[in-house]
């Protein structure tokens, strides 16, 4: 994390990007409160410690109204986005046969999702294809403040097994 400005997971700072939406159907829609207490949890679960995230003090002197969550945080957010989609009936999501495949998060480098927050998270499925056994469903979220501002764009892959005996589509 940057004192200087809003940086990605890997520490380069994040592009401009626009919106990963390539249609205007997002049809799961959820809002989070950030807390102080929900961005030390997630602090302290992954080991972060730079005082921007743990220390409201520090992170007020370095100009910012409350603690700067980290940009991993936005796996929080806008997790129950996914899982709304993850839910819907029509995606044919089997829980019970499905591990975790992937997240990428692209964030917009203007404005870090601070501790008071409303970010409001739209998720959809992209796409589903299969390899053999498996179906591969890929996911989009969207994490906006409530006026419009761009937070975050994520890609969620999560891989499901066929039940046995199933015959491949």
């Known amino acids: 994390m940057s004192e200087q400005g809003y940086v990605s997971a890997s520490g380069a700072h994040a592009a401009t990007h626009p919106p990963t939406d390539p249609s205007p159907a997002w049809p799961h829609r959820v809002e989070y409160q950030v807390t102080r207490e929900a961005i030390k ?7 972060e410690q730079h005082p921007l995230c743990t220390d409201l003090s520090h992170a007020q ?18 997790l129950a986005a996914i899982e709304a ?8 999501f089997d829980y019970e046969r499905a591990v975790h495949g992937a997240q990428e998060f692209r964030w917009d480098p203007r404005r870090p999702v601070l501790a008071g927050d409303t970010v409001v998270s739209d998720g959809r499925l992209s796409e589903v294809h299969r390899r053999g056994a498996l179906r591969f469903f890929m996911m989009l979220s969207r994490s906006r403040l409530p006026t419009g501002e761009s937070l975050c764009d994520g890609v969620w892959t999560a ?10 589509a």
């Open 159 to 168: 891989i499901v097994r066929d039940p046995p005996g199933a015959v491949d």
């Open 85 to 92: 989609v993850q839910d819907d009936p029509a995606t044919d």
């Open 41 to 47: 949890a997630f602090c302290a679960a992954i080991g």
């Open 61 to 78: 002197a370095a100009g910012y109204r409350d603690l700067v969550a980290p940009p991993m945080f936005a796996a929080v957010y806008a």
